[in-house]
């Protein structure tokens, strides 16, 4: 027995020595400690044929011998790996001992997005649901079903991207485009705002961009009043410019609405003194506004003798740009960083 272990010792450090890698330490693993059929293995099966005097004697001496081999082959096995380690910190070339290079900057919200999220939390406040619309509409949603049909004078108010082999499709040149969409799909009564962006076919100035935001607002139930449209407003302006904002509405035709208003608060600039921003009015013109007309009800399947409601819709690039004092709209669409990084 004992000659026997001592064979096996000398075998395996024999073969250690050849080994180079850890495939073939695993195989010498298996072929000594398997345990269903490694050399130690098939020794213990051995130790039940010897007088018991000798047994455990021998017992012993075969657990001391394992446990130096397996020792031996532990250690040859992290030596590898930290070899392949090595290596692959070789291959991905990272460099421990390069400095700290300081905080990367993490990036941030656009101006945009800031404000689009501040109005809304005042709105779910008040219990609207914020909705999003397609961009690509069609020409129907975007104006017949809103009382303008075609020829009708009001579509040369919005130049409109009209979209290559597909007359009855536009780039959405308003966000009221969702309000019928909204009644067909939701039902009445109904709270709800859409923020998103709008298409107009413009050449760019510093008031003007082919690409904006705005945020449309509809309220529709049984006893919705214009004064329930005044309060909603006003209580926008005042969490979005502060509580001293006033506000007022003046008589302006929207051919979806009647009555429409345009909707101005004082100057959040100059608080109503007048500065350049407001052209020296004290006044800033932020919403159109009015009672949903009973043709757009009609046409969205909803009983206007039962239902009535209000829409509105903000120019959401405006808001942005009254709230932080940015006097180019084009900024707002430049990704220039110098003027991202601000906020
Ligand atoms: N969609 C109009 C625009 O782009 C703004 C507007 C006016 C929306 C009156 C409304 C409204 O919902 O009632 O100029």
């Not at 298996?30 to 059929?37: A, D, L, P, T, Y």
């Not at 130790?47 to 001496?61: I, N, P, S, Y």
Request: proline fraction near 3%; hydrophobic fraction near 35%.
């Amino acid at each position: 027995m004992q000659k026997k272990l001592e064979k096996i010792k000398k075998d395996f450090e024999s073969q250690m020595k050849k080994v180079t890698d850890l495939v073939a330490l695993d195989i010498l693993e298996q072929k000594f400690f398997s345990r269903k059929n490694g050399e130690f293995t098939e020794m213990m099966k051995g130790l039940k044929d010897l007088a018991e005097d000798k047994r455990k004697e021998a017992g012993l001496l075969l657990n001391s011998i394992k446990a130096e081999l397996e020792n031996i082959l532990q250690n040859k096995k992290s030596e590898f790996e930290m070899l392949a380690m090595g290596d692959l910190a070789m291959t991905e070339a990272i460099d421990v001992t390069q400095p700290y290079l300081g905080n990367i900057s993490k990036g941030h919200l656009h101006p945009n997005t800031l404000i689009q999220y501040q109005l809304e939390d005042v709105f779910a406040s008040m219990g609207f649901m914020s909705y999003d619309g397609p961009e690509l509409e069609s020409d129907y949603y975007n104006f017949t079903a809103l009382n303008v049909p075609p020829e009708h004078p009001a579509r040369d108010m919005q130049d409109t991207f009209y979209v290559k082999g597909h007359s009855d499709w536009v780039m959405r040149t308003q966000t009221s485009s969702f309000q019928v969409r909204a009644m067909q799909k939701f039902g009445v009564p109904l709270k709800l705002i859409v923020p998103g962006r709008v298409f107009r076919n413009e050449s760019t100035d510093p008031r003007h961009e082919h690409t904006f935001y705005q945020l449309e607002g509809i309220v529709v139930g049984k006893d919705v009043s214009f004064g329930d449209m005044k309060g909603v407003l006003e209580t926008v302006a005042k969490a979005l410019y502060g509580e001293k904002t006033q506000m007022r509405l003046r008589p302006k035709f929207y051919p979806f609405v009647e009555p429409g208003v345009n909707g101005e608060i004082t100057c959040s600039l100059c608080t109503g003194k007048g500065c350049r921003v407001c052209k020296y009015t004290g006044w800033m013109e932020i919403f159109g506004a009015g009672m949903v007309h009973r043709n757009v009800l009609k046409e969205a399947g909803v009983n206007h003798e039962e239902y009535q409601g209000f829409a509105f819709g903000f120019g959401l690039s405006r808001l942005v740009m009254l709230k932080y004092g940015i006097e180019d709209v084009r900024h707002l669409q430049s990704g220039d960083l110098r003027f991202l990084n601000q906020f």
